[in-house]
């Protein structure tokens, strides 16, 4: 945790470096620039496609649900409840989902050279990952019924439910829409 920590401070300092020296990248507008923390790595398959590997393996989508956690509910409530009753609503048997990751978000100490967009939210604040094994808009019908059982359980509110398709790696597919 300590070179997390030494990490983050050098990296803050150095772009704000950047940006003063008129170094930075001010071409595009920042949705949403956000760190993170994983929490967990919740599985359909006994043989799943490791955590640490999800983003660069070629799923077919990606579903992004950003929820405020209700009180009482800490990360751990979120984990324990994703591994017992939401496992049916997520992962569950005809699931598109193959894996749910669970991750905070990192709160800034101070503001960044640049707007980035929406902030991370409050200290409440989750991220779930899904990945798909059907394009997003396939299984979106999937992924609405999961955030709905999330706040019927009372674990929390979904702020966002944002898909995205994946980049096609080697390619310039989609480079066009990007500015």
């Not at 940006?19 to 923390?37: E, I, K």
């Not at 569950?92 to 990192?106: C, E, H, M, N, T």
Request: charged share 20%; net charge negative; proline share 6%.
């Amino acid at each position: 945790a300590a070179s997390v920590a030494e990490h983050f401070a050098w990296a803050s300092e150095e772009v704000h470096q950047l940006y003063a020296a008129g170094r930075g990248f001010l071409v595009q507008a920042h949705a949403n620039t956000v760190l993170y923390t994983m929490r967990a790595a919740h599985h359909r398959d006994a043989d799943p496609i490791p955590a640490h590997v999800a983003l660069d393996h070629p799923y077919a989508g990606l579903a992004s649900i950003h929820l405020d956690r209700a009180e009482g509910i800490g990360t751990r409530e979120l984990d324990a409840w994703l591994d017992r009753e939401g496992r049916t609503a997520a992962l569950g048997a005809g699931s598109p989902i193959d894996q749910v990751l669970s991750w905070r978000p990192i709160i800034p100490d101070r503001e960044g050279p640049m707007d980035l967009g929406s902030g991370p939210g409050g200290k409440d604040r989750s991220l779930l990952l899904c990945f798909l094994d059907q394009p997003a808009e396939q299984a979106w019908d999937h992924v609405q019924g999961f955030c709905a059982a999330i706040e019927s359980a009372g674990i929390g509110t979904v702020v966002l439910a944002a898909p995205f398709t994946p980049a096609i790696t080697g390619t310039d597919s989609y480079c066009d829409q990007l500015f």
